[in-house]
T-cell receptor, first 114, second 116 residues
Framework: GENVEQHPSTLSVQEGDSAVIKCTYSDSASNYFPWYKQELGKRPQLIIDIRSNVGEKKDQRIAVTLNKTAKHFSLHITETQPEDSAVYFCAASPSGGSNYKLTFGKGTLLTVNP | GAVVSQHPSRVICKSGTSVKIECRSLDFQATTMFWYRQFPKQSLMLMATSNEGSKATYEQGVEKDKFLINHASLTLSTLTVTSAHPEDSSFYIC????????????FGSGTRLTVV
């Protein structure tokens, strides 16, 4: 089955700096890669996703890059703000179809210091 | 966007009793829902895939007789934790995807189960 590795497990940055979280996956059949933000005690919220036919996607301060050959994808947050502090999870799925399950990375605790 | 409603949000039960958690897709039909368990400071671990009108598919190591899943309609899946023990205390969360919108998987709000 799919195995998703995520690094780092914790990341502390100063407000205004950039943050980068990296993930690798093992199943070459995976072609959907979402990123979730989870605040303490709350549900994961989708912040951005990318499909394997795209190498990069950007939404305001958030961007995701995908290298399908190397089987890795990364989340980039620019101009970080204290409200960006949360746990971030990457995930991979063999398809965007509703029947295919997500495999999650172990998460990255991001702390943005004012 | 797609909305998934999960109840209850918190439940405390005595050891040996059973607890039912409901997950509803409010504005779309979900033939498949996923049930996850999340221990403190850990990732989401898939427990089982709930399929409407058929048996659930359980992940390796998950006891199907302990975690009963029923997906009797296109909008409702339930997870029943039977004979709960303190080690079952965790955050249980469901998810589904609305295939009609292209959105990512949507999660329910989660259920914090505490077994005393």
């Amino acid at each position: 089955g799919e195995n998703v590795e995520q690094h780092p497990s914790t990341l502390s940055v100063q407000e205004g700096d950039s943050a980068v979280i990296k993930c690798t996956y093992s199943d070459s059949a995976s072609n959907y890669f979402p990123w979730y933000k989870q605040e303490l005690g709350k549900r994961p919220q989708l912040i951005i996703d990318i499909r394997s036919n795209v190498g990069e996607k950007k939404d305001q301060r958030i961007a995701v890059t995908l290298n399908k050959t190397a089987k890795h994808f990364s989340l980039h947050i620019t101009e970080t703000q204290p409200e960006d502090s949360a746990v971030y999870f990457c995930a991979a799925s063999p398809s965007g179809g509703s029947n295919y399950k997500l495999t999650f990375g172990k998460g990255t605790l991001l702390t943005v210091n004012p | 966007g797609a909305v998934v409603s999960q109840h209850p949000s918190r439940v405390i039960c005595k050891s040996g009793t059973s607890v039912k958690i409901e997950c509803r897709s409010l504005d779309f039909q979900a033939t498949t829902m996923f049930w996850y368990r999340q221990f403190p400071k850990q990732s989401l671990m898939l427990m089982a895939t709930s399929n409407e009108g058929s048996k659930a598919t359980y992940e390796q190591g998950v006891e199907k007789d302990k975690f009963l899943i029923n997906h009797a309609s296109l909008t409702l899946s339930t997870l029943t934790v039977t004979s709960a023990h303190p080690e079952d205390s965790s955050f249980y969360i469901c998810s589904a995807r609305d295939p009609g919108t292209g959105d990512g998987y949507t999660f329910g709000s989660g259920t914090r189960l505490t077994v005393v």
